[in-house]
């Protein structure tokens, strides 16, 4: 294949990944809302776990997205210098999102900001969002993509602590935007939480704490824990299954943090909604590729 051919072969995979995962959650997650189902006992609780099961069911079968917020495409992109498309990629993305668009189809959902009119592609300035992490001596390509929709990037918060706030501060900043906007972003919520010296900093931990399975575990004991106490506090506010109330407001709590400034803590939160559409693919360099987040899916 000689490179126009190996950049039409990813932009159409990139653009069949991307559709799929507008209609078929990943795995981790419908695992989730499965077990999620069970644990509830309300019968409204259990009803709306039941027509979730039944959206899933008929977005697949009648190949439609399961949400008709499909968001605006994020991708975080874990790329090595010797990927052979590394320098096409951006270019490539940007064409993989106006093919999905129009294949899946998306909801057209990039409006220009300040000129207020919609691109009708789903592209603009800017947009899809690219987050890049260059990994020398590597030759793949590692992606996630994400759809960030409205009512889910809602609760979005990021601010800079005082100095004494500590963990309590950390803590209270957390249970303050659940307890406010939590029931905007259709629960159960996974809820992404960084922390690091400044605001963006902390943001962009908050969205890539979105890009971890749920059930994974923050490597450091003490960051681990705080992820668990979280999950407890964030259920206890008891927003149930579409904010309707009920034991289980979280499908998880993610917490992703850098080294910070000692005087200072940076935190964000970043959520995602029970149609947690988020995508996971590798490729290696002669474009053979392995999907993390969904089984079973040829493209
Ligand atoms: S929060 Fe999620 S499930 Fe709810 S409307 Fe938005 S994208 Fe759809």
Request: negative net charge; proline residues 5%; charged residues 20%.
């Amino acid at each position: 294949m000689d490179k126009q051919e190996q950049v039409e072969q990813l932009t159409n995979y990139v653009a069949h990944f991307v559709a799929h995962t507008a209609k078929v959650l990943p795995d981790d997650v419908i695992a989730k809302l499965d077990e999620l189902a069970e644990k509830e006992d309300s019968p409204l609780s259990k009803t709306i776990y039941q027509t979730m099961k039944l959206n899933q069911k008929l977005a697949k079968e009648l190949n439609r997205p399961s949400c008709q917020d499909t968001g605006v495409m994020q991708f975080i992109v874990r790329c090595g210098t010797n990927f052979p498309l590394i320098n096409e990629l951006e270019v490539l993305l940007k064409e993989a999102v106006i093919r999905a668009t129009q294949q899946a189809p998306l909801r057209h959902n990039s409006v220009e900001t300040f000129d207020e009119y919609n691109t009708g592609k789903n592209v603009g300035t800017g947009t899809p969002t690219i987050f890049w992490e260059i990994v020398p001596n590597s030759d793949e390509l590692d992606l996630y993509t994400y759809m960030a929709g409205g009512g889910c990037s809602l609760p979005g918060k990021a601010m800079v602590l005082m100095p004494g706030a500590g963990y309590e501060g950390v803590t209270k900043f957390v249970l303050d935007v659940m307890t406010s906007y939590g029931l905007n972003a259709c629960p159960p919520l996974l809820v992404g939480v960084g922390v690091g010296t400044s605001v963006e900093v902390a943001a962009l931990h908050a969205k890539k704490a979105l890009m971890r399975p749920i059930g994974s575990h923050n490597p450091n004991k003490n960051a681990a824990l705080l992820e668990q106490l979280l999950e407890d506090g964030i259920n206890k506010i008891g927003l149930g299954p579409q904010g309707l109330g009920g034991k289980y407001s979280v499908m998880g709590v993610n917490v992703e943090n850098s080294a910070r400034h000692p005087s200072v803590i940076g935190v964000a939160v970043n959520v995602g909604c029970w149609s947690h559409r988020r995508g996971h693919i590798v490729f290696d360099k002669n474009l053979n590729y392995k999907i993390l987040s969904h089984s079973g899916v040829t493209l």
